[in-house]
């Protein structure tokens, strides 16, 4: 006869199996775990998969985008056109015609302030300037630009287009060589726009073997090693001795620089022999006699300022900080178990969350807010520099008109060429002076002095001096501010 099965039995047997369910969920979900660890790490130990082998021969983004399918979909990415505030562009409708087949363009900064039409007269920004476009838009825009038709120097390519290849084949593989036949051989911007193919890729930062970042330009190698130069270091090497933080920089500083060209070939200069400072560059550009035209109505011989984000970001906080251009242009995102640099390259506004608050810890509007109001403060006071030029032109036009000789009007010029060349600086660097706040502002302020003092010098008024008056007065303690009162 059988025994009565035991409550106590049963609910052992129920606990039991229920252990043994939970021990195998917990042993696969733990196994799951690791498995997935492991193919991260794999993924992290092989950043990238050879499909193509590619070389310096090789410069289609395309082709390098089939070993770097993630940075590739990024750098493809650098066609959106998103504004902030003060940056990016808008796409303004264009009839396309066979001089220009673009159906879209950025927008007209003459047409938004007429005021650069008057200082840049007779020169060909004062014909075509607008808005920059992301990095896919570089060549075509400058190739259709209106300021063609005043036949620039064909080394303006240089910033524009990849050029390893073509440089290592008109230098029979040497890439300085390849730079200086162009200047020698006096092309053409159309002659050598037919050599080139692409806008800057990647070929133009990364070594094709190892992917290590690298300087291609050869304007730059001799800027960097005349820059280091001034500063005591001799036979600058920047593939060889810069750090890798510096690399992440310098690959920018490559384009993102003010220049000019040397005669009689127009050779691409980058004027640093005596420092990145606006001062330091125009006395660089006086030494060597550079004029890139005259003023029609005043008659000054003037220079240009190009776009020079490098030499403004290194008078700033974040260069002393030792941020680098890519940690905010370019700042790391996930991708599954990668981590790589953000190849879309556009406004750190645009993606605060992974460029500032990697550092700041602040809300994003907060943040946002922040660099606004730099930016507003900059904007209003540019304005006021603008006006001052443009005053200070009319009055020289005017002293003209009532028959001043050269002689008499020399001063003046001077003043405008120097005051010109520094407005033009911090309006062409593309950050609304964020690189650099306090310095923005310093230059600013130094060339509105720079245009009242050329209007003095037309009207009869004291000689010059950048200190106000009576300053050891007012510093020895008898004036009104400062000093011991007794």
């Not at 035991?6 to 969920?25: D, H, I, K, Q």
């Not at 524009?160 to 060589?177: F, N, R």
């Not at 960097?224 to 270091?233: E, P």
């Amino acid at each position: 006869m059988n025994s009565p099965s035991n409550p106590e039995t049963g609910r052992s047997r129920r606990l039991f199996l229920a252990v043994v369910v939970l021990a195998a969920v917990a042993t696969l979900a733990v196994t799951a775990l690791l498995i997935n660890i492991f193919e991260r790490k794999q993924e992290a130990k092989n950043p990238f998969y050879r499909v193509v082998d590619l070389n310096n021969t090789i410069d289609d983004p395309a082709t390098w985008g089939k070993d770097f399918p993630m940075q590739y979909d990024l750098y493809l990415r650098t066609t959106d056109m998103e504004r902030t505030k003060y940056g990016g562009s808008e796409g303004v409708p264009h009839s396309p015609t066979q001089a220009d087949p673009r159906s879209v363009v950025a927008r007209s900064k003459l047409q938004e302030d007429p005021r650069l039409k008057a200082i840049w007269a007779g020169y060909s920004f004062s014909a075509d300037y607008r808005e920059r476009r992301g990095h896919a838009y570089m060549l075509e825009d400058q190739t259709f630009t209106e300021r063609q038709k005043f036949a620039p120097p064909a080394m303006c390519v240089n910033c524009h287009a990849s050029m390893v290849t073509t440089y290592l084949k008109l230098g029979d593989g040497d890439i300085m060589k390849g730079f200086n036949v162009i200047s020698d051989s006096h092309m053409t911007y159309p002659q050598i726009r037919q050599q080139v193919k692409h806008a800057v890729a990647c070929i133009d930062c990364h070594d094709p073997k190892t992917m290590q970042l690298r300087v291609t330009r050869p304007a730059f190698i001799e800027g960097i090693r005349a820059l280091k130069a001034s500063q005591g270091i001799p036979n600058y090497d920047v593939n060889k001795m810069a750090t890798r933080q510096e690399m992440r920089s310098f690959v920018c500083g490559q384009c993102h620089v003010t220049y000019y060209f040397q005669p009689p070939n127009k050779r691409l200069t980058f004027p640093w022999t005596k420092g990145l400072k606006v001062e330091d560059i125009i006395a660089v550009e006086d030494e060597q006699k550079i004029k890139e035209w005259d003023h029609p109505d005043s008659g000054a011989g003037l220079i240009k300022a190009r776009h020079p984000e490098f030499e403004m970001w290194n008078q700033g906080v974040h260069a002393r900080s030792g941020v680098a251009c890519a940690d905010c242009h370019m700042p790391y995102m996930r991708q599954g178990g990668l981590k790589i640099s953000d190849h879309q390259v556009n406004s750190p506004l645009l993606k605060i969350n992974r460029s500032c608050q990697t550092c700041h810890h602040f809300p994003e509007e907060e943040l946002k807010a922040r660099a606004e109001e730099i930016q507003d403060k900059f904007f209003n006071l540019r304005n006021t520099a603008l006006d001052a030029l443009v005053d200070l032109i009319n009055d020289i036009k005017a002293e003209k008109a009532k028959g001043a000789t050269d002689t008499q009007l020399a001063q003046a010029r001077e003043y405008q060429r120097k005051g010109e060349f520094m407005i033009d600086f911090v309006m062409s660097e593309n950050s609304m002076g964020f690189h650099a706040p306090q310095e923005a502002t310093r230059i600013l302020g130094d060339a509105i002095n720079f245009c009242r003092l050329g209007q003095l010098s037309l009207h009869g008024g004291p000689p010059p001096s950048h200190n106000p008056p009576n300053i050891e007065t007012v510093a020895s303690g008898t004036g009104l501010v400062g000093g011991d009162r007794k």
